[in-house]
């Protein structure tokens, strides 16, 4: 009995089955896409028009709290780090008004924290942040005063304040805070709820929960009086853990003398000595009338 082979009558179809890769980065094995760092619902025209509305109708004062601005996993990392900081890292502070730790000014972080002040002083994301608070001309802090990591112990406390008016270094208008917080599960009776008072009547008008994921937006201005009085008394090994960015202008903001923005060339052509002394010799308010015609044209 003879061996038959069979053939197929056609050859095999291949399928070649492609699956897109989002760019990503890795953080201790947890893989963080790049387009998925942010939640993007938050950053259309008409989520920023709504945003900028609760903002603006908010009390006792203008401020805004939103859910899972950033990756859960990112934040996640974040807070592990915390645990990774180097005791050099930290600075106490201590005072008849405050109890709590923050992150050295400009002192190195772990690769997720530096992810997210990545995100927090990129150019979209304050140019989002303008949109929103209508605060143009933001600027950032790379050195973190009075941001980067926080955490409070248990018995912390933090007065009600408000905020510094200018960075004590450059000098820089504070303009506002962004805060995410990073605890799990807190729960109300551990203390430690962001309270917002009312400075006129010298009461609390609405709290906030530092709840994972919770990102509050908060302009600084002469009735922004916030903080946590109460003494916290979480269970052993808890704690209280924020990170936070502020964001400044400058006094002269959108108010530049335009012959001071503009580069100064060195006249060298015999047209631009001539320029120059007919410029000495031309009253101020003539000559910049006429420059301004000149841009009008």
């Known amino acids: 009995m003879s061996a038959q082979l069979l053939f197929p ?5 291949l399928r070649l089955v492609t699956e897109e890769i989002s760019d990503y980065v890795s953080v201790r094995g947890v893989r963080l896409p790049l387009d998925q760092l942010v939640d993007d619902a938050y950053f259309t025209p008409e989520a920023i028009a709504a945003l900028k509305q609760r903002l603006l109708s908010a009390a ?4 805004l709290v939103l859910e899972d601005l950033f990756n859960p996993d990112l934040l996640k990392l974040v ?10 890292g930290w600075k106490d502070v201590r005072s008849a008004y405050e109890s709590t730790r923050r992150s050295e000014l400009g002192a190195a972080l772990g690769p997720a924290s530096q992810i997210y002040f990545n995100l927090t002083n990129s150019s ?3 140019q989002w942040l303008s949109q929103v608070t209508g605060t143009p001309y933001l600027l950032n802090d790379p050195q973190r005063f009075g941001g980067g990591l926080h955490e409070s112990r248990p018995g912390g406390t933090f007065a009600i304040h408000r905020d510094f008016s200018f960075h004590p270094h450059v000098g820089l208008k504070n303009e506002m805070v962004v805060i ?15 309270e917002l008072w009312n400075a006129k009547d010298g009461e609390c008008k609405a709290r906030v929960q530092p709840e994972f ?17 109460g003494p916290l008394q979480p269970p052993e090994g808890v704690t209280r853990r924020s990170i936070a960015s502020y964001y400044y202008t400058s006094p002269k903001a959108g108010q530049q003398d335009p012959d001071e923005a503009v580069s100064i060339f060195m006249r060298t052509r015999k047209v631009d000595r001539v320029k120059k002394a007919m410029r000495l010799m031309t009253p101020p308010l003539v000559w910049n009338a006429v420059k301004r015609l000149k841009r009008k044209s």
């Open 9 to 13: 009558s056609a050859p095999p179809t």
């Open 60 to 63: 006792p004062f203008p401020h």
């Open 79 to 88: 807070r592990e780090e915390f645990d990774l900081q180097p005791e050099g």
């Open 124 to 126: 979209w994301f304050m």
């Open 180 to 194: 995410t917080y990073l605890n799990r599960d807190w729960q109300a009776r551990w203390g430690g709820v962001l």
């Open 213 to 229: 994921g919770h990102t509050l937006i908060m302009p600084h201005g002469p009735a922004s009086y916030h903080g946590h009085p």
